[in-house]
């Protein structure tokens, strides 16, 4: 006779001739998101060898994330950031607004750190570049479903980058204040509107412009927030 019990919210039981050894019942479930065809039917193939893995739905744009979500309930969203035109972070934001509590693993080709801030401001609780190995992708989808945070070992160093405000090679550094204004001219604010939000003159503001102009050996604010986005500047 088997004697059942719940270990961390799990159904699982335990031969009572082997008191030790226990057999989880319940399978992991994911919703696949990804705007290409071949590359789920890939991770479909990758994730089929782990027993405790199923994907139950997949999907390629924010609509049809959120409603397959809602429908099967899932452990585990696996989110590319890049569905067609649209931004997959949306998917996260999508499902927060709707209350929906599900783990969100980001699998992306990106390993800048201006979209891995991106995904995990809004939500997501892991990331994942899309060169990871088989086992090392199983595991992030346990470890997310568990509650943990995971992230590649290769996006630690830029997590840690953005963290304490170290700018990456051949990036010039900036000031605090710099790193405001910065942000708000992303924003589309003038020198004028940039001064109100900051409570300086805008003599001050206009500046701090001229001197982000001349560390970025650019003429046009265009092309400076296009070097500080990739450079992992923008909160």
């Known amino acids: 006779m088997n004697a059942s019990s719940s270990v961390g919210g799990r159904r699982s ?56 979500v809602v429908t099967h309930r899932p452990d585990v969203v ?21 209350d929906v509590e599900v783990a969100v693993l980001v699998l992306s080709v990106h ?7 991106t995904a995990l401001r809004a939500g997501a609780r892991g990331y994942l570049l899309k060169s990871a190995r ?38 010039p550094a900036v000031t605090p204040r710099e790193r405001e204004v910065l942000n708000l001219l992303a924003e589309g604010l003038a020198n004028r509107a940039v001064a109100e939000r900051l409570g300086i003159s805008t003599r001050t503001a206009q500046k701090h412009v001229e ?12 092309a400076l927030i296009e070097i500080a986005t990739r450079s992992g500047l923008l909160n």
Do not use: Y
């Not at 696996?78 to 927060?96: N, S, T, Y």
């Not at 001197?211 to 604010?221: A, G, I, M, P, S």
């Open 13 to 68: 039981v335990t031969p009572a001739d082997e008191p030790h050894v226990e057999l989880r019942l319940d399978t992991l479930r994911i919703v696949l998101v990804d705007d290409h065809a071949l590359v789920r039917e890939g991770l479909r193939s990758v994730l089929a060898a782990f027993d405790d893995l199923e994907i139950v739905a997949e999907a390629d744009n924010i609509d049809a994330a959120v409603k397959a």
């Open 111 to 117: 390993d800048d750190a201006n979209r891995l801030r």
């Open 211 to 222: 001197n982000l102009f001349k560390k970025f050996n650019v003429h046009e604010r265009g």
């Open 134 to 171: 088989p086992g090392e992708l199983a595991d992030a989808i346990r470890r997310v479903a568990s509650g943990r945070w995971t992230i590649g070992d290769e996006l630690l160093g830029l997590l840690i980058e953005s963290f304490i405000g170290i700018a990456p090679v051949g990036v």
């Open 78 to 98: 696996l989110l590319d950031l890049q569905l067609h035109e649209e931004d997959g972070a949306d998917v996260v934001r999508a499902l927060a607004a709707r």
